[in-house]
């Protein structure tokens, strides 16, 4: 399972972005989810979604304002961030896992990308 983060970029506090992750390869009935990693800290997890959709995870400091979706007819999960704060900065990865229910354990990660939000 290869997969392309993107929609990263600079905003504003308070604005919002919408990540892409787009999985390609093998995939199938995959739980996907995306972590962060702010320099000089370890990566964390951000939020998770099962291969049905059904079920949805997220850390706390980031619920209420960030929401994930998948389109499985694309291959594509999707990280909607508003609320913007400047502790969100960090790349952003998304990571798939090969099982459809929620894990602590992913097996496929994408090359990041940057968020960085300016106060």
């Known amino acids: 399972v290869q997969l392309q983060a993107s929609g990263g970029g600079l905003v504003q506090a308070g604005g919002s972005l919408r990540l892409s992750c787009a999985a390609s390869?093998?995939?199938?009935?995959?739980?996907f989810g995306w972590f962060r990693q702010a320099p000089g800290k370890e990566r964390e997890f951000v939020a998770g979604?099962?291969?049905?959709?059904?079920?949805?995870n997220y850390a706390d400091s980031v619920k209420g304002r960030f929401t994930i979706s998948r389109d499985n007819a694309k291959d594509t999960v999707y990280l909607e961030m508003i609320s913007l704060k400047p502790e969100d900065t960090a790349v952003y990865y998304c990571?798939?896992?090969?099982?459809?229910?929620?894990?602590?354990?992913?097996?496929?990660w994408g090359q990041g990308t940057l968020v960085t939000v300016s106060s």
């Open positions: 990571a798939a896992a090969i099982t459809p229910y929620q894990t602590q354990r992913y097996d496929y």
């Open positions: 390869g093998r995939t199938f009935r995959n739980t």
């Open positions: 979604i099962t291969w049905s959709g059904s079920q949805t």
